[in-house]
T-cell receptor, first 114, second 115 residues
């Protein structure tokens, strides 16, 4: 089955700098890669996703890149702000699997330093 | 407003007692999921259901049970057989597509503490 590895587990960046979180996956048939943000005491919320027919997607300050050959994808946050502090999860899914499950990484706790 | 709700937000239980966590969605989603979240462990799948009256075990189903009598409801029972039930529990739902992406929408979670 699919396995998703996420690095780093904790990341601290100065406000205004960029943050990068990296994930690798094992199932070459996976073709959907969402990123979720979880604020303290709340459920995760989807912030951006990418499908395997594109290599990069951008939405304002956040972008995701996908390298299918190497089976890794990354989240990039530019001009970080205090409200970016949260736990971020990457995930991978092969929608053609009968069980329709999404496999999550273990999360990255992002701290934005003032 | 469409969404997914979980209740209660905080729940306390004595050892040896069963407890049921509620999850309701009005998104008309086919699939529903229960995850357990522990510090540093990410999201681990407990049970999931793709259709009414049917559900499957996830990666850590032991000590838990579920039912899916209605499309909008997927309650989770934490039984006394669960050895370490203190955790944050998240419910999610998604459309079943079979050939396209399947975004999961999460509820706000229930924090269960065993006293």
């Amino acid at each position: 089955g699919e396995n998703v590895e996420q690095h780093p587990s904790t990341l601290s960046v100065q406000e205004g700098d960029s943050a990068v979180i990296k994930c690798t996956y094992s199932d070459s048939a996976s073709n959907y890669f969402p990123w979720y943000k979880q604020e303290l005491g709340k459920g995760p919320q989807l912030i951006i996703d990418i499908r395997s027919n594109v290599g990069e997607k951008k939405d304002q300050r956040i972008a995701v890149t996908l390298n299918k050959t190497a089976k890794h994808f990354s989240l990039h946050i530019t001009e970080t702000q205090p409200e970016d502090s949260a736990v971020y999860f990457c995930a991978a899914s092969n929608p053609m699997n009968r069980d329709d499950k999404i496999i999550f990484g273990k999360g990255t706790r992002l701290h934005i330093l003032p | 407003d469409g969404g997914i709700t979980q209740s209660p937000k905080y729940l306390f239980r004595k050892e040896g007692q069963n407890v049921t966590l509620s999850c309701e969605q009005n998104l008309n989603h086919d699939a529903m999921y229960w995850y357990r979240q522990d510090p540093g462990q990410g999201l681990r799948l407990i049970y999931y259901s793709q259709i009414v009256n049917d559900f499957q075990k996830g990666d850590i189903a032991e000590g838990y049970s579920v039912s899916r009598e209605k499309k909008e409801s997927f309650p989770l029972t934490v039984t006394s057989a669960q050895k370490n039930p203190t955790a944050f529990y998240l419910c999610a739902s998604s459309m079943l597509t079979g050939s396209s992406y399947n975004e999961q929408f999460f509820g706000p979670g229930t924090r269960l503490t065993v006293l």
